[in-house]
Each structure stands twice: as C-alpha cells, then as structure tokens.
C-alpha cells in the first residue's frame, strides 16, 4: 500500500477539519518532513503518533472518518471488553478506549517498531489504565514464528510480504490464551486485522472460545473472507460482509453470536 498523500479536496478537509497541526500532517504526507516520526494532534485533544511519511491518512480515513468497525462496536457496553487484533500503532485501540468511558481495551501487535509506537500513543492519551499492550502475535497455535517485516508498517506478516525489509521472531498465542489475558469471561468485540492469518486464528480456536466472543470485524482478502464466512457461520454466528478495497481485494466481515444478534441498548 503506498503512502495516500493529501491531493485530494475530500482528504485536505479532513485533515484541517479534525488536525490543529494541520500544516505539518499535510507537509508529511508530502514527504517534506525530515524527522522520524508525526504526531498528529486532534482537534479533540487526542494525539496519535505515526512514523513519517507512512499511510496514516489511510489508517484514519479507514477506521475513524469511514467508520469501518463501527457497525458492531456500537453494541459494546461502556464497561466492555474489547479486543484489538493486529493493533499497528493503536489507531483503532485509542477511538475505542476514547468511546467508552469503562471499557477495557487489549491491544496485540507483534512489531517491535509498530509496538514501541502503540505504547507511545496509549501513553500519549494518559490511557495506561484503560489499554493493555501486548508485543505478541496471535496465530493458530502457540509457540515461536518468523515475522516478515515490511517497509510498509501496515503489512507485516507471518506470511510473505511485499516489500520485506527483515524478519523476527515473535511469540505466537492462541485465541483461548487471548481471552485468558482478557481475565473475562466474554470479548465484547474483537477487530481482527493480522494481513493473512485471521483463517488461522479462526481455526485454531475451539467452538467454546468463539462463542466466548460476541462480536467480530475482521479485514481479509475475499479468498480468505469465503473461508472465514462459512467457519463462523457453521458456529452459530450471523455473517455480514462489505468491500473495504476493491483495488486490493479486501473485505469486512461483521459477525455477532447469534445469542447476540439483538443486544439490548
């Protein structure tokens, strides 16, 4: 994915609508900044933290100016539990520790550079009490596995990579050892976005794990989508899908347990 610069009338909006340091968000996107990394400063009061001249834009165009997981995380009770699944820097992970006053957030990623910056931005937001990070990757089963490093912080990968720039190690958990950190009984949501190995998470995990977890939004290709669709389906949970990139062959599964299909408001 290449970096989404500001050439667009929608996007400058956007950025002097919601930035006070609009100037240097739009001087980054550009490529004009020499330093390493860019705080983005919402007008809220909020701040994020991203490398420079990275695809920020495309992360927050995605999860907080499109809405893309809000379509089930309006069910999540203000004292909920919620689960950030490939977490990068925390973007999704500080709008929904910013939304729900009582809510516990966990947040797994297993880059040391995309971890460093996710800790940075909980702390940045004052959110040490309300988000846990984790440096691990959750997979299939547990144990030790290579992580592909992209120059693209978004596409790290158990699996190949475009644009490899190293490896790592990183130490794998499952589902079940997931909810075992939560120290809860249920996931209230889950966002599950690990570019390619949300099947095998899926499938790792027994039917009592899943039905642990009220609601899911997972970002997959379409391949791996039709796969996962008939998984969750086959137990118990009501399946909805919608493009997220028709260039890249992405799309959004929302999927609640069908005890849970109608939660109450």
């Not at 550009?30 to 400063?41: D, M």
């Not at 499109?66 to 539990?81: E, W």
């Not at 520790?97 to 880059?111: D, K, L, Q």
Request: hydrophobic share 40%; aromatic share 8%.
């Amino acid at each position: 994915m290449k970096p989404i610069r500001p050439h667009s009338a929608r996007t400058v909006i956007r950025i002097v609508r919601h930035f006070h340091n609009w100037p240097v968000i739009i001087a980054d996107n550009f490529g004009l900044r020499s330093e390493s990394s860019t705080t983005y400063s919402f007008r809220n009061g909020l701040r994020l933290s991203f490398p420079s001249k990275s695809d920020a834009i495309g992360l927050l165009n995605e999860i907080w100016f499109d809405h893309a997981y809000d379509k089930l995380l309006k069910f999540v009770p203000s004292n909920g539990v919620i689960v950030d699944i490939g977490a990068n820097v925390g973007v999704f992970s500080i709008l929904a520790a910013s939304r729900f006053g009582s809510a516990r957030v966990h947040s797994f990623e297993p880059s040391p550079k995309n971890f460093e910056m996710l800790k940075r931005n909980v702390a940045l937001n004052h959110m040490d009490s309300v988000v846990s990070t984790y440096r691990l990757c959750v997979a299939g089963a547990s144990g030790s596995r290579v992580l592909n490093l992209s120059e693209e912080m978004v596409a790290n990968s158990l699996y190949e990579v475009h644009k490899k720039r190293g490896e790592t190690t990183v130490r794998c958990i499952t589902l079940r050892e997931v909810l075992e950190l939560t120290g809860a009984p249920k996931i209230d949501f889950a966002k599950i976005d690990c570019e390619g190995a949300e099947v095998e998470i899926l499938m790792g995990a027994s039917r009592e794990t899943l039905q642990r977890v009220r609601h899911l939004t997972i970002e997959s290709t379409e391949t791996n989508c039709t796969i996962i669709m008939s998984l969750l389906k086959s137990n118990g949970f009501s399946v909805e899908s919608s493009l997220a990139d028709s260039r890249q062959n992405l799309k959004y599964l929302y999927a609640s347990n069908e005890d849970e299909r109608y939660p109450e408001q």
